[in-house]
């Protein structure tokens, strides 16, 4: 495999930049569109990080746009990609157009697929991976459709910042998978809080609680790394742990109803009761955190996975004349009102389709070149994600300027196949901030 020689973290960040901006697009007939005429041109899509994520977001792809094809893939891992390959095949048929010189594997796959004529590509890697993922997709000229949160640390979240300012001047699109935002339903339901349907805004409360989720148990012929690598959701430097990789939908939806402001300062609580077993790695499985707005509002986020426990995935929004249920698209107090999808339902009997909805915007973007560019609220949300992970680790409270300015590095020394040590268990008040 081309991923077992040791990378310096380092070396494996600069020269994947170094080698993705050496990649010139000729002729790239998505640039060049004129303003408002859309183009015909068949859309070359590339899938980074073969997993059921990046498989469902090619599913999506490809539905959202009739004018697209699959031609390049690139994994970690060879059995992945195979895996992912034979999935998407079943379900885009003729869409499917990768030949075996564009299936990638190893550590530097993504460079690979860079240096193909790929016109967009799928970002569905592990969150570890986004930021440096994010910069040479960029820095080699393509659009991007990125999987969230889109880092696990606050210098993963600084890189992004820039590497979307670096897009905007490149007119490049990249649209972060906060497929919530895309849905028509809690569009119509935001736009009427906004519009002071529930008066001000005092308390928001965002739940995720619900049972255990998957785990891979090391294999003999699997080093620590790559058993890491497998079981990535239960490491901090992978996945970030629940309150980033899955808690930030609800805690975007929190800001977003704020109108995109961000909390001031937070305090958590939280630990790790029902996956004590190694097999979970080191993260919390529940936490609670305590969020405060400049203006002196709250957003109270709960969220664990514990089996045998309610499920409750719940987002919430309280004003001074009334309240909103997000997901159910409902209000009630001085007003009533719940959204209608009356207009005909598909082929699943639901209208809303936000998965799919997500797709057709950037590919809309594209192809009348006016660049789609949600990197700015996608690396707020993160970030407001890994500061109450922070709070909720160190038993301390933090500020928005502490987070963002933190420099806590989870990136591992290198990424080479071999042993690799579990970080304890956050104990608050004896792990300290950085």
Known sequence: MKNSASVPRRTFISEASAASAAVLVAGNAVLAAAEGEKKADVLRIGLIGCGSRGSGAVVDAVTADSNTKLVAMADLFPDKLQASKERIQKVIGERYAVEEDHEFVGIDAYQQLLKTDVDVVLLATPPHFRPAHLKAAIEANKHVFAEKPVAVDSPGVRSVMETCELAK??????????????????????????????????????????????????QPEWSDMEWQLRNWYYFTWMSGGQLVEQHVHGLDLMSWAMQNEYPVKCFGLGGRQSRTDPLYGHIFDHHAICYEYSGGQRAFAFCRQQNGTDVDTSQLVFGEKGSADLMRNTMQGEKTWRYSAARGPDRNGNKDRPYQQEHEALFKAIRTDSPYNNGNYAAKSTLMAIMGRMASYTGQNITWEQALNSKEDLTPDSYQFGSIEVPSVAIPGKTKFY
């Open 169 to 218: 001047q490149k007119r490049l699109s990249v649209l972060v998978g906060f497929m919530l935002r895309h849905s028509k339903g809690m569009q119509e339901t935001m736009d009427r809080i906004h519009n002071g349907h529930l008066g001000n805004i005092v308390t928001l409360q965002t739940n995720y609680n619900i049972g255990g989720t998957w785990s891979h148990i090391q």
